[in-house]
Nanobody, 121 residues
Framework: QVRLVESGGGLVQAGGSLRLSCAASGPVYSINAMEWHRQAPGQQRELVAR???????NYADSAKGRFTISRDNAKNTVFLQMSSLKPEDTAVYYC???????????????WGQGTQVTVSS
């Protein structure tokens, strides 16, 4: 069973930094896109950053210049470095990966369990 496990959330003051990690385990054959999403209370989940297997990255306008997504393909891990954090960045952050498991020949979307990020003013 493929699983995504996140870590790195917490409480930080405005202007501070946090680094989120998400590692895939289990029968992973390859990983295509790796993404970070977030969901604030009462709001829809939104895409924050995306990294393709070809090396391209995309960011939400709210994340540009402050967040950096990176990946370690050898460790099936994606990171989100967040700097200059603002109170409006407070949300549960979820990683998502398009994974081709060894048991299939097509990609399946997997989600992490979510990690809380709280930015105090």
């Amino acid at each position: 069973q493929v699983r995504l496990v996140e870590s790195g959330g917490g409480l930080v003051q405005a202007g501070g930094s946090l680094r989120l990690s998400c590692a895939a385990s289990g029968p992973v054959y390859s990983i295509n896109a790796m993404e970070w999403h977030r969901q604030a209370p009462g709001q829809q989940r939104e895409l924050v950053a995306r990294s393709t297997s070809g090396g391209a990255t995309n960011y939400a306008d709210s994340a540009k210049g402050r967040f950096t997504i990176s990946r370690d393909n050898a460790k099936n891990t994606v990171f989100l470095q967040m700097s200059s954090l603002k109170p409006e960045d407070t949300a549960v952050y979820y990683c998502k990966m398009q994974i081709i498991p060894r048991t299939a020949d097509y990609a399946v979307a997997y989600w992490g369990q979510g990690t809380q990020v709280t930015v105090s003013s």
